[in-house]
């Protein structure tokens, strides 16, 4: 194994925290947070200066997610319904960051990086809206200071416990790049099962669009459910035809006794988590006949199938007003 000497620490120690927040806030799957625990430990044995990783840390994050933020800024809603089909997290985040946003404004980017699942969004998504890159980069700032301060006085705090496991691993061949790795390689484990476990799940409670087109045509339609969320419908004034357009805010009101034979729900992106939460709330209710349409209505568009326009003034579906 590697084994890295206190000069190498030294000299070198500053640029891998550089290296890995940036390589992190432009999205590749690396933990940045054991390195910067690690870092932390060598500033409280006296092989780092706390103030030069801190700069190290801040401006890679903020090159990172000004690169981001310049991409939702020049490609808008193209950029994050990218993101949204691409990953199993990041449209649940996207729905998470919209409904933040809406509700305390821009202060959302200092407390986003402390945050699984928001720290990578709400770059891109900040740059969709009419947010100044001055305000963006005053607040980004603020909270890039905090969560790597955090971390690397965590770290500092707890050098004498990093400092018994290095001990123990040094007869052995180890070093701090094999508890790196070994952090690397489970996080990446942990992430692949998760959307393992996802498409297992949706390969059995997902409905085509061709398939609703046919059950849309048949005698008994279903009813089907539109849940994106409101400040999108804002911006896709369109739906499936017949949809209603349900409020997410009251899924809790959710009437057990929906009388349509079938429910098929959909939102905007393949894994829309929207769509997986109203569908959870119905069965906890015994709603049983309840699918979620395969690629949300991206994928219904995308396949030529007829959307109608929402009305000027379009109102919610409450759920709760539903009954057989």
């Known amino acids: 194994m590697i084994?890295?000497?206190?000069?190498?620490?030294?000299?070198?120690?500053?640029?891998?925290?550089?290296?890995?927040?940036?390589?992190?806030?432009?999205?590749?799957?690396?933990?940045?947070?054991?390195?910067l625990v690690f870092a932390g430990s060598a500033i409280a044995s006296g092989n780092l200066v706390f103030s030069h990783v801190l700069c190290a840390a801040?401006?890679?994050?903020?090159?990172?997610?000004?690169?981001?933020?310049?991409?939702?800024?020049?490609?808008?809603?193209?950029?994050?319904?990218?993101?949204?089909r691409?990953?199993?997290?990041?449209?649940?985040s996207i729905r998470t960051t919209r409904a933040l946003f809406e509700r305390f404004g821009v202060a959302i980017v200092a407390v986003a990086k402390f945050v699984p699942g928001l720290a990578?969004?709400?770059?891109?998504?900040?740059?969709?809206?009419?947010?100044?890159?001055?305000?963006?980069?005053?607040?980004?700032?603020?909270?890039?200071?905090?969560?790597?301060?955090?971390?690397?006085?965590?770290?500092?705090?707890?050098?004498r416990q990093l400092a018994l496991l290095l001990t123990w691993l040094r007869p052995h061949g180890g070093s701090i790049l094999d508890v790196l790795f070994i952090a690397a390689v489970l996080y990446l484990t942990y992430r692949y099962l998760l959307r393992w476990r996802f498409r297992k799940w949706l390969s059995r409670r997902v409905v085509s669009p061709e398939r609703l087109y046919r059950m849309m045509r048949s005698g008994t339609p279903p009813?089907?459910?539109?849940?994106?969320?409101?400040?999108?419908?804002?911006?896709?004034?369109?739906?499936?035809?017949?949809?209603?357009?349900?409020?997410?805010?009251?899924?809790?009101?959710?009437?057990?006794?929906?009388?349509?034979?079938?429910?098929?729900v959909y939102g905007m992106y393949p894994n829309d988590a929207t769509a997986r939460k109203v569908r959870k709330q119905l069965l906890r209710k015994k709603v049983v006949n309840v699918r979620i349409l395969y690629g949300g209505l991206d994928e219904w568009v995308r396949r030529g199938y007829a959307v109608e326009p929402l009305p000027p003034a379009f109102n919610l579906f409450d759920a709760s007003m539903a009954r057989s």
Do not use: C, H, K
């Not at 035809?241 to 009101?253: C, K, M, Q, R, Y």
């Open 3 to 35: 084994q890295i000497p206190p000069s190498a620490i030294e000299n070198w120690g500053s640029a891998a925290v550089f290296a890995n927040v940036l390589a992190t806030r432009l999205g590749v799957p690396l933990p940045a947070i054991p390195v």
């Open 58 to 84: 801040v401006v890679a994050a903020l090159l990172g997610d000004g690169v981001w933020f310049s991409a939702g800024r020049i490609y808008g809603r193209r950029l994050t319904d990218i993101l949204g």
């Open 86 to 92: 691409m990953s199993l997290s990041l449209d649940a």
């Open 120 to 159: 990578l969004i709400t770059p891109p998504l900040m740059g969709t809206t009419l947010i100044a890159p001055v305000v963006f980069v005053a607040w980004d700032t603020l909270g890039t200071v905090a969560w790597a301060s955090f971390w690397l006085l965590g770290g500092a705090l707890f050098e």
């Open 223 to 264: 009813l089907i459910l539109d849940a994106r969320p409101v400040s999108v419908r804002r911006d896709d004034l369109y739906r499936i035809p017949g949809a209603l357009l349900l409020d997410v805010e009251s899924l809790e009101t959710m009437d057990a006794n929906l009388s349509a034979s079938d429910i098929v």
